[in-house]
């Protein structure tokens, strides 16, 4: 290397559109998923708080919901089928256009070409139409609450019969459902043109020097979790071609015969509503860890920048992540555990299942042990750091319960699931994004996000989420059911009453708290205090360039590599870190 | 730190030989680069479709045996006609490649549009062989195995739409004589892809042959 290899650098787009609407910049790209996702995360968290409303307050009169929903609410109440359509949405709004958009879609995009030295992905038109694609699917999705009979009834995992036989089974099993699955098709695909981006940029656009070995474990997590999509959507698309059928052209691949629905016998059968669930849950297991596998990346990435020392175990967590993909795609029959399925079948997802606790342990301990003996800056970034690592040890220990058949048959049904899924896929993955936008948006805009603001914003929040989540698993524990709209005809539930109010208080409380990140986003954005290049003195590749970062990311030279991620406090070193552009 | 393009980025001794696969020991952002991202986009694509058939296959044969409602759907003859077809455009794709290889252009374009012409006649006689089974009284609903038939064989086809236009982008580049040595890869993607078509239709000929 004698000289630099100096390309011609691209030159920006100029008019606003190609620019900021339909542009092919993964970092524009990036950050029009962010924001997709913060819509959404703010209409599915909306959606929680008044099924929250509903179940504490089943009789109130809200002329708000009648003018929202004429036919759902009449007379301002809420009707049963209504609280499981708000259900079925927050479900999917926040499953789909959240934990799988913002955490891969909006930071990966943004992120990984910089942290591996590219300029850009590697098909730049993909990924703006993988955006749109998605965008669309949206917009798809909210309309199946303006259609007669308003939304699907048949939650996020939509089984047959009920998500298969029509307007006969409810009110939003017309249309409503019908364009639940479209969207979900139209995801579908976007999902894998963004895995296809994410999966070419990683094997063939690194830098110089910059081995699978040297790669940040952010992008390791983000090609993994590409991988996991390509496979999983692939079937989920599948199932959800099937479904239409059987719904729109009368085949019966999930309808058996003899069907009995509102008086009426439908012509369905020899279909079965178990095939659908294990298609289902073959994309629907690997989803879980679509949404969280970035988490653990940031987790990783900003444990190790904050407590100044290399992360602990570099190989063991890349191992890790690989076989926590691999192992999540032979474990979906624990989702099954009361279909009926041969006992035998069970115990063999069971060890799968346990086994995954393995290397999710390996990560755990590796956490700790990079903080162990730290010089650990407590900033934003870093508490949601260290919140993700709680959330993700409390919501996988109850893990570890369900996955044994004889307890989940208890389990299964009860609100213990609920609190066990919302603490490690929901909140986990959530704090995991909170992180990343605390740690990148000096690079994003050049500008600090307020600490004080963020602080307040972390611990509140910290707090209210443990305080609805936890309380979900006594409930289960009490036997309380989960998808009913309405626990006050009860006997047994009224010694139970008091801890959903307290919870429906803690949703409130928490919903209301998030308009301070939301404040201190948009405020910083404009107002935040000036940020150096690289104001963490982190490792990585993206804090060698400017902030914003040019169009073209490295203004045509091409980064070369000579560091491992992760160099901190390395003894006889000049500073406490070593870039990865450093010279060896 | 600065100043951000600072030469230490760019500088440096060679990096030590690393066990590696793609990129990160190339010169990213060339040509090079652009040619394996392109193989290796495509072959992620054809994961994802694999996936797909796999998963209709397995409701197959899922569907298959838990019911007593299971009829074969009779293959219409014209299939083994199409199978010839599709065959023979997968034989002229390559038969082009290799012309081109030799800097024969005027064979290229001829096989390449042959090729063309034989994936529209394979399109053509799907829906031939669709309108015969309609005729004989099987349709999408009908049972099982038809419902099968007619969702395989029509994903199959959208998939082929999708090859068609990639056959016909090259195939008005070189009639637009604008087929440079940048083209190469397009050429290679989309042959590779419609040998893909090729041997997913042969796999689905099997599975409706020995299975219905």
């Keep these: 290397m004698s000289s630099p290899v100096v390309h011609p650098a691209h030159h920006a787009p100029t008019g606003f ?87 891969q879609s909006g930071f990966g995009n943004y992120f990984l070409p910089i942290q591996i030295g590219a300029e850009d992905m590697a098909f730049p038109v993909l990924n703006m139409l993988s955006f749109w694609t998605t965008f669309l ?27 298969a036989v029509g307007p006969l089974s409810g009110p939003g099993e017309g249309l409503g459902q019908t364009l639940w699955i479209i969207s979900i098709a139209i995801f579908c695909g976007a999902s894998l043109m963004g895995a296809i981006n994410f999966i070419a940029t990683t094997i063939d656009l690194r830098a110089r020097g910059l081995s699978m070995m040297r790669m940040p474990l952010t992008c390791w997590s983000w090609f993994v ?56 849950w073959f994309f629907g297991h690997p989803e879980v860890y679509i949404a969280i596998l970035p988490g653990m990346g940031v987790a990783s990435q900003l444990l190790a920048t904050f407590s100044r020392k290399p992360i602990f175990g570099y190989r063991a967590m890349v191992y890790a992540i690989l076989s926590i993909g691999f192992l999540g795609f032979f474990v979906w029959g624990h989702h099954m555990f009361m279909s009926g399925m041969n006992p035998y079948s069970a115990f063999a997802f069971s060890i799968l299942t346990m086994s995954i606790g393995v290397p999710s342990a390996i990560k755990t301990f590796n956490w700790i042990g990079t903080l162990w003996g730290g010089r650990i800056q407590f900033t934003t970034a870093m508490l949601f750091a260290l919140g993700f690592v709680s959330l993700f ?68 929040t910290f707090i209210g989420v443990y305080c609805i989540f936890t309380p979900m698993h006594f409930l289960g524990i009490a036997g309380n059911p989960r998808r009913y709209a309405d626990f006050t005809n009860f006997d047994f539930m009224g010694k139970l009453m008091p801890v959903h109010t307290f919870m429906t208080h803690s949703a409130i409380f928490t919903m209301v708290v998030q308009f ?6 948009f405020w910083s954005i404009k107002k935040g205090k000036p940020a150096p290049i690289n104001p963490w003195n982190a490792t990585t590749l993206e804090w060698t360039i400017p902030s914003p970062p040019p169009f073209d990311n490295f203004a045509g030279k091409h980064p070369v590599v000579n560091h491992g991620p992760y160099e901190y406090s390395v003894p006889g070193a000049a500073k406490d870190y070593i870039m990865q552009s450093d010279p060896a | 730190m600065a100043s951000s393009l600072t030469t230490d980025i760019v500088h440096g001794p060679p990096p030590p030989p690393t066990r590696n696969f793609g990129g990160g020991d190339g010169e990213p952002g060339g040509r090079g680069a652009h040619r394996r991202a ?65 800097g024969k252009r005027t064979a290229f374009d001829r096989y390449w549009t042959g090729a063309t012409i034989l994936g529209v006649i394979f399109l053509g006689g799907q ?39 990639a056959l016909g982008y090259i ?40 299975w219905g």
């Design chain 2, 38 to 102: 392109s193989m290796t986009g495509l072959l992620v694509l054809l994961a994802a479709s694999v996936m797909l058939f796999a998963a209709f296959t397995s409701a197959f044969f899922v569907r298959r045996g838990m019911s007593n409602d299971w009829v074969d759907t009779p293959l219409p003859n014209i299939l083994w006609i199409n199978t010839a077809v599709l065959l023979a455009s997968s034989l002229a794709i390559e038969l082009a490649r290799r012309a081109l290889r030799s």
């Design chain 2, 171 to 210: 195939e008005v580049q070189a009639l637009l004589l604008r087929l440079g040595p940048g083209k190469r890869t397009a050429i290679d993607v989309s042959g590779y892809f419609w040998h893909f078509l090729d041997a997913i239709w042969i796999y689905l000929m099997a599975l409706f042959f020995f």
């Design chain 1, 516 to 521: 301070i990140f939301l404040f201190n986003l």
């Design chain 1, 225 to 280: 979790t590409a991988i996991l999509g390509l496979l999983g959507f692939a079937v989920l698309l599948a199932a959800g071609v099937l479904l239409l059928l059987d719904r729109l052209a009368g085949t019966s691949f999930f309808l058996p015969a003899g069907l009995l629905v509102s008086d009426q016998i439908l012509n369905h059968k020899g279909g079965s509503p178990l095939l659908w669930q294990h298609l289902f």
């Design chain 1, 393 to 460: 040890v409390t919501g996988g220990i109850s893990g570890i319960f369900l996955g044994q058949p004889a307890l989940d048959l208890y389990f299964h049904d009860t609100y213990f699931v609920v609190g066990h899924f919302h603490m490690i896929m929901g909140v986990a993955a959530i704090f995991g994004m909170f992180a990343g936008t605390f740690y990148w948006f000096p690079k994003v805009t050049g500008k600090f996000m307020n600490e004080t603001l963020g602080k307040i914003h972390f611990y509140l």
């Design chain 1, 17 to 103: 559109i190609r620019r900021y609407i339909f542009s092919l910049d993964h970092k524009v790209i990036g950050i029009q998923y962010y924001f997709l996702a913060v819509f959404s995360v703010f209409l599915g968290m909306a959606l929680s708080v008044l099924m929250r409303f509903h179940m504490v307050y089943p009789d109130a009169k809200v002329s708000l919901f009648e003018k929202l929903w004429p036919t759902g609410a009449p007379g301002g109440i809420m009707t049963p089928e209504l609280y499981l359509s708000l259900m079925t949405m927050h479900g999917t709004i926040m499953v789909f256009f959240v934990l799988t958009t913002a955490p």
């Design chain 2, 127 to 165: 829906y031939l062989a669709w309108r015969q089974l309609n005729a004989a009284g099987f349709y999408l609903a009908t049972n099982p195995s038809s419902s099968f038939f007619f969702l395989l064989t029509c994903t199959h086809a959208v998939h082929l739409l999708g090859g068609i236009s």
């Design chain 1, 137 to 163: 699917a949206l917009i798809v999705m909210v309309a199946a609450f303006f259609v007669p009979g308003g939304a699907p009834l048949a939650g996020w995992t939509a089984y047959p019969p009920l998500s």
